[in-house]
T-cell receptor
């Protein structure tokens, strides 16, 4: 299906474990983003990518790692999960220079760290 | 620092009772003001992009307007299915990273 997908949709893990959240988009958008959404904080940017092999930190990058070897994929890894990383994670993409700046969001991954 | 503030935080309406949601922004060189709808357990869904003061866009019962300092999302004769959180975001000319407000939670009672 065309669009932006995230997997898994739900994940429960334990403190200290490594977790990878996947994001895939079929539009060939240049830009991709990872946000976390928590009550009282709204959407907070973790990392973003302007193109394959180009990534940069957002507002709350500590404890997270990203990579983007292909335009369509932008995985987010929690190297050693902590309880404070319990959240809902959203991936988004936007076309970039010629296509505009509107972001399109995936359905989210609800992560619980025990 | 760019800021986007939405008000009210929560709004309860009766079906058919029109109202407006406010999004005030201080974004240097605004190059886009976005409105999203977010249903519980789902990702934000794009509604509108406004680019310049005076611009208006409509979709069904929703109309978004933009001035130099704020944007309004007008909801005319709302229905229960309009219940959702509405997010707005502004983006400056040199950036591809929007600044999001915290949203307005709208509940429309039948």
């Amino acid at each position: 299906d065309a669009g932006i997908t995230q997997s898994p949709r739900y994940k429960i893990t334990e403190t200290g474990r490594q977790v990878t959240l996947m994001c895939h988009q079929t539009w060939s958008h240049s830009y991709m983003f990872w946000y976390r959404q928590d009550l009282g904080h709204g959407l907070r940017l973790i990392y973003y990518s302007a193109a394959a092999d180009i990534t940069d930190k957002g507002e709350v990058p500590d404890g997270y790692v990203v990579s983007r070897s292909k335009t369509e994929n932008f995985p987010l890894t929690l190297e050693s999960a902590t309880r404070s990383q319990t959240s809902v994670y959203f991936c988004a993409s936007s076309p970039g220079e010629r296509g505009g700046k509107t972001q399109y969001f995936g359905p989210g991954t609800r992560l619980t760290v025990l | 620092e760019d800021q986007v503030t939405q008000s009210p935080e929560a709004l309860r309406l009766q079906e058919g009772e029109s109202s407006s949601l406010n999004c005030s922004y201080t974004v240097s060189g605004l190059r886009g003001l976005f409105w999203y709808r977010q249903d519980p357990g789902k990702g934000p869904e794009f509604l509108f992009t406004l680019y310049s003061a005076g611009e208006e866009k409509e979709k069904e019962r929703l109309k978004a307007t933009l001035t130099k300092k704020e944007s309004f999302l007008h909801i005319t004769a709302p229905k229960p299915e309009d219940s959702a959180t509405y997010l707005c975001a502004g983006i400056s000319g040199g950036s591809y990273i929007p600044t999001f407000g915290r949203g307005t939670s709208l509940i429309v009672h039948p």
